[in-house]
């Protein structure tokens, strides 16, 4: 009766970004669970059905949508509101796991990126009684830099990666010169004074419709605004990031 | 005339850790440069061979193996001595590129985890005439998050991902309760008081022989000293990687 999830990191946008382990492991599972988001994002669960279709040809292996559940974006405490909304997705998955594998078995979730980095999913798994596997998948940060053909730390140097929500409210951080903000909903490289400052930027990375930028963040940054508008307004979503850099 | 030379990130000693484009690309190279660091890590020579054997399915690609220079460890300053090392690599490649690709075309090189992470293949291919491609790998921390089946950052924390040499140089820095420490020759996380903090460590990540620990910097740390010291002695090389987090 016991259950094992894999998590399994696809990547970003890219069904070429899936690893040879991850096929394999794909391929080994009873039951693939397909989480859907919302509406807006639909083109993500569209890219776990095409890798599905791609790369799956174990013809026991059945796959499973459902729908999650949304978090309450007005909770007052933002980490109590986060860690309800994760109680909220483990008792769907719990669902979910007891009706189609009753007696245990192989299941796999397919996570956008890799799981250890910005993701819920490892915190979610956490709270069912199952054991946990980990495939490690390409994320946005590298989904970027392979891009623009950029490395990310200077020689020898340190750098930080971090919200849109900590840029806003801290500013620039102490000690490092390279920045990677990662979950910016809006710009919150304008809170930065962008003397000195070089941005590079990555929306729908991996994806045909990937647009990049790079410059100055005093020019580049208010074109990224117009054109993150623009893109938000085409596709009624919008996913980026970026790596800031200083003059030590 | 144009060469066009892609860096493949090859992921950290797990062969399955080869993305689909990966796989791809190798196959759409003409010649896969196979550069020999030092003997100490031949193993990492080895695993190259075996992704090609692995999965080279085009009778055209060639391989050609050839020896690296060596850095200059005594150099008074690290920064230059880097540069110069560099430069040196860059010759050599441009050497082996007029040799076996004198009309031009697609040249391939394997690099170990991705190539914008503590990496300097793309600082040697800018010195050259080429164009790059970069193709994303699965990088140590990765490795390191996935064996653990841990998230790498708190819930909308920032984390700080750097060196052994300036952990050692710096202790820990302000403002960032998570950091992730590569490239350390020795125990750096020994200068730090362990009061509070957690230490998550993997070695040989992704191979056969990965080792891996965790638990309280102040018993674990004294462990992986042991470990590191007598892995070493065993088999001539060691590449660690680990996260330590405090109590923020």
Redesign the interface.
């Known amino acids: 009766m016991t259950t094992r999830i894999s ?1 399994i ?1 696809i ?1 970003v946008g ?8 991850a ?2 492991v794909i391929n080994e599972a009873s039951l693939i669970l397909i989480p859907r988001k919302s509406v807006e994002k639909g083109d993500l669960a569209d890219l776990r059905r095409q890798i599905c279709a791609d790369v799956l040809k174990n013809p026991a292996t059945r796959l499973v949508e459902f729908d999650l559940p949304v978090r309450e974006a007005a909770a007052p405490d ?2 109590a509101g ?1 860690e309800a909304w994760h109680d909220d997705i483990a008792a769907r998955w719990r669902q979910v796991l007891q009706a189609e594998l009753p007696e245990g078995g192989e299941a796999a979730l397919l996570v956008w990126g ?7 999913t ?2 979610i798994a956490a709270r069912l009684d199952v054991t ?8 946005a ?3 970027l ?3 623009h ?5 200077e ?9 849109g ?2 840029l806003r409210a ?1 500013g620039w ?4 010169d390279t920045l990677v903000v990662m ?1 910016d909903a809006g710009c919150a490289f304008e809170v930065l004074d962008p003397e000195g400052v070089t941005i590079w930027w990555g929306a729908y990375l991996g994806m045909e419709r990937q647009m990049i930028r790079a410059g100055t963040l005093a020019d580049t940054g208010a074109e990224i605004r117009k054109i993150r508008a623009a893109a938000r307004a085409e596709y009624g979503w919008i996913m980026d990031v970026y790596i800031l850099r200083r003059q030590g």
């Open positions: 998590l990191g990547g890219n069904p070429e970004h899936l690893t040879l382990e096929v394999r933002y980490g986060v890799d799981p250890s980095l910005f993701d819920s490892l915190r946990v596997r980990v495939v490690p998948g390409i994320t940060i590298q989904g830099t392979a891009a053909a950029m490395v990310l730390n020689i020898g140097q340190p750098f930080l990666v971090t919200t929500r900590q801290q951080p102490e000690g490092v979950l």
